[in-house]
């Protein structure tokens, strides 16, 4: 009897130790689910995750952030310099040589400036071989245009073809080759003076190159010295012929050539004066965007200038300009 007792005692004792043991599982359980409705309930939000982790987090958001700059940066065109890279065109503002030319035919005995003179055939390569060097013709308007961001140029190398003084051989050989390339050219005409043995441009042929998309600016009406001219002369050559030849053929004639390369801030103002938006030198150089416009460099094509020859004039003429050695027609 007394065993029996004793165990019972245990059984009760160990059942006693059991309801214990549940019920401060129960409050600890109930505390413990009171701190977590707390911590929602004040803000607290999902707790941090692991230090690793964070680091991780930080690294998507940045790259994420990176990807979103790069792109408004490319939607954005980037800078000129850039963007004219992606379409194979030129750098806004980049130099650009500008050619003159004179008479397309062979010299005759007793020229005198027989290095005015490049025969047609040697005209022809000359083109070929700038186009093929990666050179394309532009005008200066068009020039102009882009170096103040209105404009574009498109692939290649720009350079600009200009024509002093309105020969004929300009229309009936220059013409036809430069169509053959589609390309463009400056006819810087004089409207009277040239010597009746080379001839000059009529007004059918002016219209014709017009036509072609060449652009027309001038020399004034009888290549003038116009250094020695007088005020009322000098806005002759300069201002009356800009207007007559506005009025001739309808186009805007922006641009003025010194006959002879002569001028003087004179003329440089009477030219300004007179609306012009620059003026072509022949001061051996390419032309500069930043430098004056009314004092633009050329160089000067004479004849026997081989292709070759040509292309290492450009080429070694980049730097800064030279002063002309002489002055021609």
């Known amino acids: 009897m007394d065993s029996e007792a004793r165990l019972r005692r245990r059984k009760a004792s160990r059942r006693a130790a059991r309801r214990r043991r549940v019920t401060a599982a129960a409050v600890v359980g109930a505390i413990a689910l009171a701190v977590v409705v707390l911590v929602a309930t004040s803000g607290g939000g999902t707790p941090s995750p692991p230090s690793h982790a ?7 958001a940045g790259a994420h952030t990176a990807a979103r700059s790069e792109g408004s940066k490319g939607s954005g065109g980037g800078s000129a310099t850039s963007s004219t890279a992606a379409t194979g065109g ?5 130099p650009v040589p500008i050619l003159m030319y004179h008479v397309i035919a062979p010299a005759p005995a ?8 490049v025969t047609p055939s040697e ?3 000359q083109m070929r071989a700038l186009r093929d060097a990666g050179w394309r013709a532009t005008t200066l308007d068009q020039l102009d245009a882009f170096w103040h961001g209105s404009g574009h140029l498109g692939a290649g190398k720009p350079i600009v073809l200009t024509f002093d003084n309105g020969y004929q051989s300009q229309y009936t050989q220059a013409l036809p080759v430069l169509r053959s390339l589609g390309w463009v050219a400056d006819e810087n005409i004089q409207l009277s003076g040239l010597p009746p043995s080379q001839g000059g441009l009529g007004e059918a042929e002016v219209r014709g190159l017009l036509a072609a998309g060449w652009e027309l600016d001038t ?13 009322q002369e000098l806005h002759y050559q ?36 007179a609306g012009y938006r620059g003026s072509t030198t022949v001061v051996p150089g390419w032309a500069h965007a930043g430098e004056d416009p009314y004092r633009l460099h050329r160089l000067r094509v004479l004849g026997g200038t081989s292709p070759s020859a040509l292309l290492a004039q450009i080429a070694s003429s980049i730097g800064e300009p030279r002063s002309p050695s002489s002055y021609g027609a």
């Open 54 to 60: 964070r680091g991780s987090s930080a690294g998507a």
């Open 90 to 94: 030129p750098a806004r503002g980049a």
């Open 219 to 231: 020399q004034g009406f009888s290549h003038a010295d116009l250094v020695a001219l007088d005020a």
């Open 123 to 125: 005209f022809a390569a």
């Open 238 to 273: 300069v201002a009356v012929a800009r207007e007559t030849l506005q009025r001739r053929y309808h186009v805007a004639v922006n641009w003025f050539c010194y006959p002879s390369g002569h001028y003087n801030a004179t003329v440089i103002a009477a030219v300004r004066a």
């Open 110 to 117: 007793g020229a005198p400036f027989p290095g005015l003179y």
